[in-house]
């Protein structure tokens, strides 16, 4: 197996359990490394400190699957891996149907993606080597949770990065086109060929129970990037009078107008717009909402987009402010890791001051339970949410 060292000092975040070596960080390789090569990772005195795999034509060149010396990387590991992962969802008694099985580092199977939905897997592989050992996990999953289908998505930003490419499509089983699942009291249909990220917003969870709690009776509630309803759906759920849900996608809000009518809910209006240019006539007409809620796209994939993001997130908060009632609510979210909660929260201070409005923070979120963050490991906490009082 190939041998690779690392400068001194890159050790202790290693046996801290930091699964990434980055390309600068190495010093030196027993042989010519290939991509998706398995490795050994060793200190610059030769102590071992993990087993991984290598892309060196990538910044983050080895991920590390293994910090145990009698664990290799093997089939045995990653079915391990699986079935851990699946013992601590079931641990969590989520009242739903579809829920993230395998969080990539967050459950030590970096560059893996796994969601359930109902008797149906979703997996995206997002590094060349996990991609490079698909059968492996194909099979574990086929092991462990004995799907009736599993459908592989492409993540093309991950997967130009990595230099490799895979075909979207089912690739065990049957796999029907759309899904049926429930989350709560509610259901949702669920495509997977052609919703955003492997179907729905799975991770969204604890955030959609939230806004429960402060949708009030007869509410007027605004819902931009709607998507296929999530929010809009438990806005009416907890008693709203009017919901506007907006998004861009005529696609994703016929799927909203289908959830509404499986589920019985009507009094939305599924608005097909830009939500910067909907919020700016929103304002120019005067027309103001209980609670407006934004659950954008991410604006920052990478670190050098971030002052670019910061300033698409103070013109939404501006916006919204603009259009929320006193004593009523404004709700953002953040769904890119590099986007921290202290900027989130110094955007919202930034325009609570050029929109001269009193805000009191009610709350905060996080991604649900299924998508672990693990402290050694910040790249594993992502979404982010505030909830603002007007006062």
């Not at 601590?88 to 893996?112: C, M, Q, V, W």
């Not at 490419?165 to 997977?192: A, C, F, H, M, S």
């Not at 939500?275 to 407006?292: P, T």
């Amino acid at each position: 197996m190939l041998q690779v060292r690392v400068k001194p000092g890159v050790e202790e975040k290693l046996r801290s359990y930091f699964p990434w070596v980055y390309k600068p960080e190495i010093t030196s390789y027993s042989k010519k490394p290939q991509k998706g090569e398995h490795v050994v990772v060793r200190d610059a005195g030769g102590h071992f400190l993990g087993y991984g795999y290598i892309n060196p034509q990538a910044n983050i060149s080895i991920r590390l699957l293994s910090f145990e010396k009698e664990k290799k990387i093997s089939y045995e590991l990653i079915k391990e891996r699986v079935e851990q992962a699946y013992n601590y969802r079931k641990s969590l008694s989520l009242n739903t149907d579809a829920l993230r099985l395998i969080h990539s580092e967050g459950d030590f199977l970096p560059g893996l993606v796994v969601d359930v939905y109902g008797d149906y897997a979703v997996v995206e592989f997002t590094t060349f080597g996990m991609n490079a050992i698909r059968e492996w996990v194909i099979s574990a999953l086929i092991d462990v949770l004995k799907p009736k289908g599993i459908y592989e998505k492409r993540n093309e930003y991950a997967q130009k990065a990595e230099g490799f490419k895979t075909e979207e499509g089912v690739i065990y089983g049957e796999v029907p086109p759309e899904i049926t699942i429930y989350e709560g009291d509610l259901k949702y249909y669920v495509n997977i060929p052609q919703g955003q990220k492997t179907g729905f917003y799975l991770d969204q969870r604890k955030a959609r129970s939230m806004i429960r709690q402060l949708v009030k009776p007869g509410c007027r509630c605004l819902d931009l990037f709607c998507h296929t309803g999530g929010f809009a759906l438990n806005m009416k759920k907890a008693g709203a009078g009017e919901v506007l849900a907006v998004d861009i996608s005529a696609q994703a809000l016929e799927v909203g107008r289908r959830n509404a009518e499986l589920n019985g809910l009507d009094n939305i209006a599924w608005v097909e717009e830009n939500a910067f240019d909907f919020m700016r006539k929103l304002h120019k007409e005067g027309q103001v909402f209980d609670l407006v809620l934004m659950d954008p796209p991410s604006f920052a994939k990478n670190r050098a987009s971030v002052p670019n993001a910061l300033r698409g997130y103070k013109e939404l908060c501006v916006r919204g402010l603009h259009v929320v009632k006193r004593g009523g609510y404004l709700v953002i979210y953040s769904c890119s890791f590099h986007i921290t909660m202290d900027h989130l929260l110094q955007v919202l201070l930034d325009a609570a001051k050029d929109t001269r409005r009193h805000l009191r923070i009610v709350g905060v979120s996080f991604q649900d339970l299924d998508h672990p963050w693990v402290l050694q490991m910040p790249n594993t906490l992502y979404l982010k949410g505030i909830y603002a009082e007007v006062l």
